[in-house]
């Protein structure tokens, strides 16, 4: 159950990498294509999620232990075109989500939107959210379809993954615009270092696309998840995520579930929750090799 990892970072394993540490199923009928998963900053077992492209504009609130939903939030001035991730992040002293609508399955898209929200403390309380700004991107080689979205916290940046590059295009756009309603064109940061499935040609291409990505809270730990894998890089003090990206990552198997869209670290990076396309959803726990710090 355990895979060796493809590189030889300094690392200390934690008892179970790459097995459950429980398993929950997500009951609420509505999330049925969870395509980001985020963890709070709030609650060690609150999640947030949502739905894949052209559904409804809304968050949910779900519990890691039970899979109940918690609450659901309506988002305003949002459409859901294609939502693709969200992540968990520390803006100023309050934890706030970057929900990531940056989908783009055809390359069609001129730019796309990254909505800033301050993460409700109280789930019985309003049922609509207002995002605090959105940041507008363009990528500068074209467009790309992106399903893995991360925030850097301490130096105020989003990066971006694409997906269906044989190696994932890393890029870079900041938190804090010079003018909030200004675009953005995305700095490219080139390819990442990242094993690639063996096979036939079109099963290794699906097996390969990157579909999930975050950071642990301190902003150490990387996950790149892909239908059948984590990815784990972790970074030294003071080093940039674009070079940490350019070692071999240490890479570990995921359950066998059809559609892994959705991931987030613990804020320790020691465990990944998992969530697929399907309904009912499962929701699963993966222990991580812990790294020296």
């Not at 699906?206 to 790149?224: E, I, Q, Y």
């Not at 984590?230 to 559609?259: C, M, N, T």
Request: aromatic content about 6%; some cysteine.
């Amino acid at each position: 159950m355990i895979a060796t990892g493809c590189a030889t970072a300094n690392v200390d394993n934690a008892p179970s990498p790459g097995q459950s540490l429980g398993v929950v199923t997500l009951l609420d009928k509505r999330i049925d294509e969870s395509s980001g998963l985020a963890r709070s900053g709030f609650d060690a077992d609150r999640l947030w999620t949502h739905n894949d492209a052209f559904n409804s504009a809304q968050l949910f609130a779900v519990s890691r232990k039970s899979g109940e939903t918690l609450g659901a939030f309506g988002l305003r001035n949002t459409f859901n075109i294609d939502w693709e991730d969200i992540a968990a992040f520390d803006n100023h002293g309050d934890p706030a989500l970057l929900l990531a609508d940056v989908g783009d399955n055809f390359a069609i898209r001129g730019t796309v939107s990254l909505y800033v929200i301050p993460e409700p403390r109280r789930l019985d309380v309003a049922t609509v959210l207002v995002p605090q700004r959105t940041l507008t991107l363009r990528y500068p080689d074209g467009p790309r379809d992106v399903e893995a979205v991360a925030v850097d916290t301490a130096n105020r940046q989003v990066y971006l993954l694409s997906k269906r590059d044989p190696v994932p295009r890393l890029y870079r756009v900041s938190l804090d615009p010079p003018a909030p309603l200004s675009l953005q064109v995305a700095e490219a940061l080139g390819s990442i270092n990242i094993p690639r499935q063996p096979g036939p040609a079109r099963q290794a291409r699906r097996l390969n696309w990157v579909t999930a990505m975050d950071f642990d809270a301190a902003g150490r730990r990387a996950a790149v998840v892909t239908l059948a894998q984590v990815h784990l890089y972790d970074r030294e003090p003071g080093e940039s995520w674009a070079k940490a990206f350019q070692r071999p990552p240490i890479s570990l198997p995921l359950p066998r579930y059809p559609q892994i869209e959705s991931a987030a670290l613990t804020a320790d990076g020691a465990a990944l929750d998992v969530s697929s396309e399907r309904l009912p959803a499962p929701l699963v726990r993966v222990g991580l090799p812990r790294a020296h710090r």
